[in-house]
């Protein structure tokens, strides 16, 4: 296995300390036939129940990513970033989070005898940070956004510590493409019709997508966003000829959908999302703060507990199929975090 520039190609061991290409762009993991990643460190995550649920005239299967070891889906990237780091002798781990991935690589750190340092924006809850804190994570908290953090990281990771970040790293994709499979193998060997993704960075999205590839067929891969901040969105209805009619959704305020676990002012990696997106027939739907709330609610009724950004997938589908849908047609919604964290 190695990264490879997805613009000039060039190559790069997996424990460089690049955040990315001399000529600026992003990495993708190069993997052959015979390469395995290491699953030597183990915290637990699991095969995680896929239940049926009704949700207003359209029934949907919940993938219940929040029940995984630290509350969501992000510890099977983590699991892979950490186990392939933990074999090539990589000590000491950093990134920018506001949450869920901090927490991930925390504990699989923690698991892996690694030292972990999360840089945190302002204003993240107390009980991310506790959580943080209880891995042995040291928490750098940075005045600003996200975004402020992310720079702060980057000025920090020197030659001593390696970027574990979702959002650059490819090791947390590929942990991420398991999902893909898991799916298939539950489904007894079917591809469902669709799946309904909140966007964020784009490590869910890229890694149902490459995994589904590998799997020889692709759902319909529906992104999500908040109509307060919508750039995959913007990118496909322009891709389609049709931009501008919620241009000025761009304007509404962010407060709440200031989450990375969902919409994000601009991915890294918008225009491999965006390739996905339409490779699979999907689309991108926009949620407002009251349908997600909804969502959200709605997800408590049925004894599910998921943080709010964690809810878009549901909010998306009801959508999506406003007069129902067909019977045939499986759709996925996962639950992509536990409401436990905020
Ligand atoms: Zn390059």
Sequence with gaps: MYFYCEKCKKQYPLNTHAIRCSCGGLFRLHKDAEDQVPQTVHIGHMVTPLVPMQAGGIDVLLKLENLQPTGSYKDRGAAALVNVAASLGIERIALDSA??????????????????????????????????????AEVVRVAGTRMDACAEVKR???????????????????????LAHELYEQLGGKVPEYIFVPAGNGGLLMGLYLGFMEVGRLPRLVAVQSDGCAPLY???????????????????????FDDPNFSIERPKRLKE????????????????????RAAQRALGRRGVYAELSAAAG???????????????????????????KR
């Design 234 to 256: 913007r990118a496909f209805e322009e891709a389609k000829g049709i931009a501008g009619n919620r241009a000025a959704a761009a304007e509404a305020p962010a407060s709440l």
């Design 99 to 136: 949450g869920y991935a901090g927490a991930s690589m925390a504990a699989y750190a923690a698991a892996a005898g690694m030292a972990c340092k999360v840089f945190v924006p302002a204003g993240v809850p107390e009980s991310v940070v506790q959580q943080l804190t209880m891995y042995g």
């Design 156 to 178: 920090h990771l020197g030659s001593s510590w390696y970027y574990a970040s979702p959002a650059y790293n490819p090791l947390f994709t590929e942990g991420v493409k398991s």
């Design 314 to 340: 549901l909010a998306a589908a009801q959508k999506f199929f406003p007069h129902g849908k067909p019977d045939n047609y499986r759709v996925i919604v996962p639950v992509t975090g536990s409401g436990f």
């Design 273 to 292: 999302m965006l390739f996905a997106v339409e490779s699979s027939g999907g689309a991108v739907v926009t949620v407002t703060e009251e349908e997600l």
